[in-house]
């Protein structure tokens, strides 16, 4: 996401401040500086917390949320878009699911199309909160660990995508 939103802002010529947890790999993070993203680390926690919040005070500009903003699940739908045109009989889909936002997008776009589609979330066993909402019926804090598939996984699911997951 971070990578999407730096190429767009290079493209735009508007200043990017990529903030991100610290455990990113270091590739990542030079590829959104070489789009000229000013690159923040924190914390996973501190990350977390503007991840639920929605809220990123500290930092410049307009927050664009890497899974909760309705746009990006829209966009993420792109993908679900392109399974079903090229599979129109697919009948079961494996999405990864981290935040949400793509594991959504994707499944309302080939639910839509191939209603007879099943869409199964894939979770880390590091980091699987939404296995563990589904068990207790609501968000729950689950165990996280960060491992080098920075990219999905989180120690709950956020309110806000509860309720579409």
């Excluded at 789009?35 to 410049?60: C, N, Q, S, Y």
Aim: net charge negative; charged share 15%.
């Amino acid at each position: 996401m971070a990578w999407a939103v730096a190429w767009l802002a290079h493209e735009h010529v508007i200043p990017c401040t990529a903030v991100v947890p610290e455990h990113i790999p270091e590739a990542k993070a030079e590829a959104f500086a070489a789009w000229g993203a000013d690159v923040v680390r924190l914390p996973f926690a501190d990350w977390w917390t503007i991840m639920e919040t929605g809220v990123a005070d500290a930092f410049p500009g307009t927050l664009v949320h890497p899974f909760a903003d309705p746009r990006v699940v829209a966009g993420n739908a792109a993908i679900g878009l392109e399974i079903a045109r090229d599979f129109p009989d697919v009948e079961t889909v494996l999405v990864p699911f981290g935040g949400g936002g793509l594991s959504l997008g994707v499944a309302a776009a080939v639910k839509a199309l191939v209603p007879s589609a099943r869409i199964l979330a894939v979770e880390v066993s590091t980091a699987a909160p939404l296995s563990a909402a589904w068990a207790a019926g609501h968000p729950v804090d689950a165990p996280y660990a960060a491992t080098w598939i920075d990219g999905i996984g989180s120690p709950r699911i956020a309110n806000t995508m509860w309720p579409l997951a």
